[in-house]
């Protein structure tokens, strides 16, 4: 009785563990692939600049109005300097292998291909050519009310936790 109940617990667990089996890198790539991620990244980084300007633009209160395009034009050049540093085939690979290694630590072998599965029906391959559209009307508007409420926070929130950092450094509320 005892040889059976240790076999049927050790069973068990081997039956666990083959479940949770972590995706490999082959299957990770194949994920990517169905979902035309290298495409995403591209329709990602060609929707920041304009939902960084936006935002900007709205953390611009204070910019004289004369002064705005001059100001929204270094913003510009610098996104740009930014965009082309991420495009950059060394920081693509990073992003990639980054990526990668973040599926294998959260989905298992079975979820990244049930995804494989999903990603590659016409279901799956609407979504994922939606994606950009779904990005570039959500990303603004959600970096909007993130700044929206950044603002408010830092209104009702700033000076006091000022003091208290000034405290927890320098042991009183002002350091100079």
């Known amino acids: 009785m005892k040889t059976r109940l240790m076999c049927a617990a050790v069973l068990c667990v081997a ?5 949770a089996a972590p995706a490999s890198k082959a299957s990770v790539e194949k994920l ?5 991620f290298d495409k995403m990244m591209d329709d990602t980084a060609k929707a920041m600049p304009a ?6 633009q709205q953390s611009m209160p204070d910019v004289p109005a004369d002064k705005r395009q001059k100001v929204q034009s270094i913003i510009n050049r ?20 980054v990526a990668v290694e973040g599926v294998q630590k959260v989905y298992t072998q079975e ?15 609407s979504i994922t050519a939606k994606m950009p559209q779904y990005l570039e009307a959500t990303m603004t508007p959600m970096m909007n009310v993130m700044q929206s409420k950044m603002q408010a926070f830092q209104q009702k929130n700033g000076a006091k936790m000022q003091r208290e950092i000034n405290q927890a450094v320098c042991g009183k509320n002002t350091c100079q």
């Open 111 to 125: 979820e990244v291909d049930a995804m494989i599965a999903f990603y590659g029906s016409p279901v799956g391959r």
């Open 32 to 36: 990517f692939d169905v979902q035309n």
């Open 78 to 97: 610098y996104m740009s300097d930014y965009m082309r540093e991420v495009g950059e085939k060394s920081t693509r690979a990073e992003i990639r292998r």
């Open 15 to 19: 039956a666990g563990l083959a479940q």
């Open 51 to 56: 939902a960084a300007a936006a935002s900007v």
